[in-house]
């Protein structure tokens, strides 16, 4: 499983799942990570299915499992969901209204890493291999901004490189979060991000050469660095035992990707695919 799309999907998730941020004005700042701790940890496990593209610009959809993972250590957040892994090296105390971010991450990038695509043009390409994305991010949060003490703004910036020799290039993105608990049993989240690629991912996934034009039928195409997409969605997460600070509960939602500029003109996406992207995930988890 790979996708930029959930990569902005998982960040959000992390956040609608999070305890820290599901008080009430009946809960004592002592218990606001459900334990009394100075830097309230917790910790959500969980597992769900996810519905997406066969590929980055595919028009053809699967369903696959995706992990979740998530929470604070003694203060050092992390979260790991699907094919991403993220760690907070900022330990901010549980009382603070701001959430200073800062720290290492790590995707594994299955696109288009086998040939078991619907699309015979798209498996004619070829294989392209496993990527492994190692790269920062940092960013701040704001409790209390908008609906109530307890929502959360947060706006990030990351950036991964391939260090496995496969596309060779860098990715960067920004987004923004905006996380509310309703009740003390109900959350929801919006976000939005953007993806700038460089010109090996850009070669390695959108670029089809003559040899391959010649195996797919599809026209020759030279892809390079830009502004790869776009995204916005949101996600729920709804207690079913106990409360957002412990029991388990489900976590859900959906994103929108509009792939842009020379990526969206490929054939793979164009012709083969569909520069309109749509992922939905539905779980479960439990948060202790």
Known sequence: MRRSTLMTFAAALAAAASPALAQDANTPPSMAGGQATDFGDHTTIGVGAVYLPDYEGSNNYRVEPAPLAIGAVKGFAFALIGNRLSIDLIRDPKD?????????????????????????????????????ELGGYAGIGKTGVITSPYDKLTAS????????????????????????????????????????????????????????????????????????????????????????????????????????????????????????????ALGVAYTF
Not at 99 to 120: C, E, K, M, W, Y
């Open 96 to 132: 603070s209204k701001y959430d200073f971010q800062l720290g290492p991450i790590g995707v594994v990038d299955f696109n288009r890493d086998n040939s078991h695509f619907t699309d015979a043009r798209v498996r004619a390409l070829g294989k392209v291999g496993t990527a492994i």
């Open 157 to 280: 910036l990351s950036y991964r490189y391939d260090v496995s020799n496969v596309h060779n290039s860098g990715i960067l993105q920004p987004s923004i979060n905006y996380l509310a608990p309703l009740s003390r049993k109900l959350a929801v989240g919006l976000f939005a991000s953007a993806e700038h690629a460089g010109r090996g991912y850009a070669t390695s996934y959108y670029t089809v050469s003559p040899a391959q034009s010649a195996a797919s039928g599809l026209p020759v195409y030279y892809a390079d660095a830009g502004w790869k997409d776009v995204s916005v969605g949101a996600v729920a997460t709804v207690s079913i035992t106990g409360d957002l600070l412990h029991g388990f509960k489900l976590v859900g939602g959906g994103t929108y990707t509009r792939l842009m500029n020379g990526f969206a003109d490929s054939p793979v996406v164009s012709i083969a695919g569909s520069r309109d992207q749509w992922i939905g």
